[in-house]
């Protein structure tokens, strides 16, 4: 399995998480919106950092090959998956601890 195809099931997985299993939808809030973008420009910084210097090297055939600040696309669809997977346990468990 290539890299490509795990951020894609990544951000499949997220998906469902956010809508159906914790039902916190946040893909469907201004806000939630507006913390992403403000994260993808820190994680485009690090992710230009890191490749343009060798430090995290991808091989060729794992990938698509279009990059964006010198990182994988793949990057910002794993990135994605991450921040909505977050964001969408921290809603869930903090609806939780409300009586």
């Known amino acids: 399995m290539s890299y490509t195809q795990?951020?894609?099931?990544?951000v499949i997985l997220a998906i469902l998480l956010?809508?159906?299993?914790l039902r916190t939808k946040l893909l469907t809030r201004k806000v939630s919106w507006t913390s992403?973008?403000?994260?993808?420009?820190?994680q485009l910084l690090t992710n230009w950092?890191?490749?343009?210097?060798?430090?995290?090297?991808?091989?060729?055939?794992?990938?698509?090959?279009?990059?964006l600040a010198s990182a994988p696309i793949e990057d910002l669809?794993?990135?994605?998956?991450?921040?909505?997977?977050?964001?969408?346990?921290?809603?869930?468990?903090g609806r939780k601890e409300r009586p």
């Not at 992403?36 to 820190?42: E, H, M, R, V």
Request: proline letters at 0%.
């Open 77 to 93: 669809l794993f990135g994605f998956s991450l921040i909505l997977s977050v964001q969408s346990l921290w809603v869930y468990f």
């Open 49 to 67: 950092w890191l490749t343009s210097r060798n430090i995290v090297m991808y091989n060729s055939h794992e990938i698509i090959g279009k990059r």
């Open 18 to 21: 956010d809508i159906f299993a």
């Open 6 to 10: 795990i951020a894609i099931d990544a």
């Open 36 to 42: 992403y973008a403000i994260i993808l420009g820190f």
